[in-house]
T-cell receptor, first 111, second 117 residues
């Protein structure tokens, strides 16, 4: 699985959009980009995933560059409850594959 | 909403003792994973089951760790004997996807925090 690089920490004001970057320059053509987050003392929570098109769900939007070497997770209106560690993971296309977690980005939402 | 259940939530034990953790995945999920998360790091896969069969246990320290999923539903992870370095959060996850299918959304339980003294 391709390796990902994320900033170790970010801050965002409550109510503003939080934009979390991820570099995955060695991604293969058929690998997906997944985002999970982990709120303190809880298990990781799935947010969104995509292959090459931009994706949006009720939690977030995922923007993948045309060359697929990087992506951005967008939380459109961040709340205090969005404070968590966010993991960007690249995974093989077939189901039932293990997730290889990096260090993630610690996002702090400030009031 | 269906959830992955784990017990106990917290376990304190002395080194050389045996400990066991239990996981009940979401009903109908064929794949079950056990991850270990050391403080300050991301989770790392220990073992993956497809129904009752082990698919990947390459990172499981087999001299002291064992895992089973006898009927392809719930699962138990055991450590015997526990060592100081085993102190960590042990996370169970399940997914609907089977090998070869598309999608890999994994649902995680709350974890068991193990402290070895």
């Amino acid at each position: 699985d391709a390796k990902t690089t994320q900033p170790p920490s970010m801050d965002c004001a409550e109510g503003r959009a939080a934009n979390l970057p991820c570099n995955h320059s060695t991604i293969s053509g058929n690998e997906y980009v997944y985002w999970y987050r982990q709120i303190h003392s809880q298990g990781p929570q799935y947010i969104i995933h995509g292959l090459k098109n931009n994706e949006t769900n009720e939690m977030a939007s995922l923007i993948i560059t045309e060359d697929r070497k990087s992506s951005t997770l967008i939380l459109p209106h961040a709340t205090l409850r969005d404070t968590a560690v966010y993991y960007c993971i690249v995974s093989a296309p077939r189901g039932a594959q293990k997730l290889v977690f990096g260090q993630g980005t610690r996002l702090t939402i400030n009031p | 909403e269906a959830e992955v259940a784990q017990s106990p939530r917290y376990k304190i034990t002395e080194k050389s003792q045996a400990v066991a953790f239990w996981c009940d995945p979401i009903s109908g999920h064929a794949t079950l994973y056990w991850y270990r998360q050391i403080l300050g790091q991301g989770p790392e896969l220990l073992v993956q089951f497809q129904d009752e069969s082990v698919v990947d246990d390459s990172q499981l320290p087999k001299d002291r760790f064992s895992a089973e999923r006898l009927k392809g539903v719930d699962s138990t992870l055991k450590i015997q004997p526990a060592e100081l370095g085993d102190s960590a959060m042990y996370l169970c996850a399940s997914s609907l996807a089977a090998s070869g299918s598309s999608g890999n959304e994994q649902f995680f339980g709350p974890g068991t925090r193990l402290t070895v003294l």
